[in-house]
């Protein structure tokens, strides 16, 4: 009996075995490729919904310990597992840098093994094409054609580099295009490549810290006093400038950068245009006008014992008063600061224009009722106690006050003030000769303070150091954006390269007055139109 | 016309795939995209290293190490030595004050806790120098004239030093609420640590160290 013929399977060689090739086989297949590139959209699409580790609080084991309680609340006992898996820090994860770097490698690895035939196909391509290949009737293009001559030099004219041949009588042609056009395709993966490496480096290496600085306090430090890169911004000048209607034209500060000690950049710094140091950028991201800074000596031991800088934050509800003379004129139009307390009413003595003198005070209206200003002349012990609502005028023979409403001026809740009982409100407001900073309350009343001049109190003196501004500014280093650069660079000229040089080839052949072309390179259509054209041209010339 | 050309040209060579043995397709891509990587980082981090100019973190001599343990700046182990540039120039290493209690603090002028416990420093220095006890002030990579105009507003009496490059205090593993500062060491006459307090030093805390570093207590 015959024995059955089975067809035998191809034999496995020892090099399908070899992990190297199983490795590069894996790297070139477009599948793998595509699976990573979902598998990293899926992780980043968690990475977005999912909350993450704030950046300032990575490296701190506390702030990491709290942040992650808070989690707690919402991802209950999914939370421990959900950290221990990187869930929280998606973008700096082990899996997720891993698969980044394998579709950069995936990537280079194509890119790589696509060099050989492409160098072949630019740097020695095929010249010469079988007759069939031509005679191909539906891809063939045939144009009357008597002279190879003038043919070969209206292709010159459209910068084909032109190849002719001469055998059996009939005359072969090649012409070729913008060859070099075809390494485009490695300038866009190149960028492809350098678009995931700056991601991920990014990732990896960025910092960015923001400090919020007053000008003229001690130089604010920048990162960890034991991190490599500590520095410390010293903030000269703040200056914020506004329109008429307040919106923000332009902020930008003079800053001063130390690194151990030592000055190493000075420059200023605006919201475009950063001061640069050391691979950093900083950036104005912030201004605050309100600043204010108080120092207080101790008049015993006769030093400082007390020199900050606050920025007033909040606001405190102040009357604003009008007080016109009899002609009508407005010779008064103030926020009134409190620096005394009566009862629930705090307020201030004033000296209207003429030198009466007045206390005025507001208090809450209570239940949701509106501001009251309460007015008395002071020395005037009986009938002189006026109560005025918002809008409500007062008639004080010769002269009409108006209170005009309430309005609000920059405040603070400070504590720690040598002499100040507990806790205090600071308060900045514009005084009859500038800036006024009123901090109370110290032995029972608030102090008026005008910048550079001195107030004692008991054992202390306190000195308003005047109006300092609040510059906001962000520290940030990125690698990863040199990357971004070069790669944005590369793959809009690889856009351009295809788009604009394609590499066109044509082949021919000239025999009897008749010219016979294929092409490659763009749409059949536009090939025949330029062939065309080429053919008329070139019998227009002979 | 050859018989065996084919009649199609070969339209779309970047589809090809060609294996040229591990090192052509696999190794040098992956290990050129690695290098420029490398390159790109190790130029944009400044590449260099810091100078040692000698001050910073010193090894203690193993005679002045009662403990016989590393140093480390922990309760009841002896504290790492250093050799720290003061305001006035002159150097001061920690190990050669063996024989007097001391309170190291580390401190820096950004950092409010600082400013506000300062006073109260200055205060306990100026009511224990009598007994021995010395205080100093490590300022952490500071500038010299922000600190020496500190020093002057504040009236500060007890020796500063800097840590220009914060090599001790990654040494001493400073920690407290304010990146690190203040960090105070009670430190008796053998030179081994007996408590540390990171944030600001209340006179509580201060008495409590102070007693633990005094012979017979404060």
């Known amino acids: ?542 | 016309m050859r018989e065996e050309e084919t009649p199609e040209l070969e339209s779309r060579p970047q589809s090809r795939r060609e294996w040229s043995g591990a090192l052509r397709s696999i190794v040098l891509p992956v290990g050129l995209v690695v290098a420029i990587v490398g390159v790109l980082l190790y130029v944009q981090s400044g590449g260099g290293s810091s100078e040692d100019d000698g001050f910073g973190t010193v090894a203690l001599p193993e005679a002045k190490n009662v403990t016989a343990q590393t140093p480390n700046a922990r309760d009841g182990r002896a504290a790492p030595d250093f050799l720290l540039r003061q305001l006035d120039g002159e150097p001061l290493r920690l190990s050669d004050l063996q024989g007097q209690p001391l309170i190291v603090n580390f401190w820096a002028t950004w950092c409010p806790t600082c400013r506000a416990e300062t006073p109260d420093l200055i205060d306990l220095y100026e009511e224990y120098r009598d007994k021995g006890v010395l205080l100093l002030g490590v300022n952490l990579r500071e500038n010299e004239a922000a600190v020496s105009t500190f020093v002057e507003d504040f009236g500060i009496n007890y020796p500063i030093l800097f840590d220009r490059d914060g090599d001790v205090a990654g040494t001493w593993r400073i920690g407290g609420p304010n990146r690190g500062v203040p960090s105070t060491y009670f430190i008796d006459r053998e030179g081994v640590v007996r408590k540390v307090v990171f944030g600001t030093v209340t006179r509580k805390l201060a008495d409590e160290g102070l007693a633990l570093i005094l012979p017979g207590g404060s």
């Open chain 1, 1 to 542: 009996m015959a024995e059955a013929s089975f067809g035998r399977p191809a034999r496995l060689r020892w090099s399908d075995y070899d992990p190297l090739r199983l490795l590069w086989r894996g790297l070139v297949s477009v599948r793998f490729a595509l699976g990573l590139i979902g598998f990293l959209a899926l992780a980043s699409f968690a990475g977005v919904v999912i909350p993450q580790l704030p950046i300032e609080m990575r490296g701190n084991p506390a702030a990491e310990a709290g942040w992650l309680e808070f989690q707690r609340g919402r991802f209950g006992f999914l939370t421990d597992p959900m950290d221990a898996l990187g869930f929280f820090q998606v973008f700096r994860s082990l899996w997720f840098v891993s698969g980044l770097a394998l579709l950069v490698a995936s990537v280079c690895v194509c890119t790589a093994n696509r060099l050989p035939p492409i160098w072949r196909n630019v740097f020695r391509p095929q010249t010469r094409v079988p007759d069939e290949y031509l005679a191909h009737s539906d891809a063939s293009i045939v144009v009357s054609a008597a002279n190879a001559g003038s043919l070969a030099r209206e292709l010159a004219r459209k910068r084909y580099r032109v190849t002719t041949a001469v055998e059996g009588g009939a005359t072969y042609v090649f012409a070729d295009r913008y060859p070099w056009a075809q390494f485009a395709t490695f300038v866009s993966h190149l960028a492809l490549i350098l678009f995931l490496a700056g991601g991920f480096v990014t990732v990896v290496t960025s910092r960015e810290q923001q400090v919020f600085v007053a000008e003229g306090e001690p130089a604010y430090p920048v990162f960890a006093v034991d991190d490599r890169d500590h520095m410390q911004l010293y903030v000269e000048d703040a200056v914020g400038r506004f329109d008429d209607s307040g919106f923000p034209l332009d902020y930008r500060t003079s800053l001063v950068v130390y690194r151990d000690g030592q000055e190493v950049a000075r420059g200023v710094s605006t919201v475009s245009d950063p001061l640069h140091y050391g691979g950093y950028t900083f950036h104005q991201s912030y201004y605050f006008p309100n600043g204010a800074q108080l120092k207080v000596r101790d008049l015993t031991a006769g030093r400082l014992v007390y020199d900050e800088f606050f920025a007033l934050t909040a606001g405190a509800a102040t009357p604003q008063i009008i007080v016109r003379d009899s002609s009508g004129n407005v010779v008064l139009n103030d926020a009134i600061v409190p620096t005394d307390f009566i009862g629930d009413t705090a307020g201030t003595g004033v000296t209207l224009p003429g030198g009466r003198q007045f206390w005025i005070g507001a208090r809450p209206g209570g239940e949701d009722g509106p501001w009251q200003l309460i007015v008395f002349e002071t020395g005037r012990t009986q009938g002189a106690r006026e109560v005025l609502g918002p809008g409500q005028t007062l008639d004080l023979q010769g002269l009409t006050l108006n209170f005009a409403g309430m309005t609000e001026v920059p405040s603070l809740v400070v504590k720690g003030i040598p002499g100040l009982e507990d806790e205090g409100v600071a308060e900045l407001s514009q005084g009859p000769s500038g800036d006024l900073l009123t901090v109370g309350p110290v032995a029972g009343r608030a102090l008026a303070l005008s910048p550079g001049e001195p107030v004692a109190v008991g054992n202390y003196e306190y000195t308003f150091g005047g109006r300092r501004e609040f510059a906001g500014i962000t520290v940030r280093r990125d690698p990863g954006s040199v990357f971004i650069w070069i790669a944005t660079g590369l793959f809009l000229l690889g856009l351009a390269l295809t788009f604009y040089t394609p590499r066109r080839r044509l082949w021919g052949k000239i025999d009897s007055g008749q010219a016979a072309f294929r092409g490659l390179g763009g749409r059949q259509l536009a090939i025949e139109r330029e062939i065309r054209e080429v053919a008329a041209r070139a019998s227009a010339a002979e």
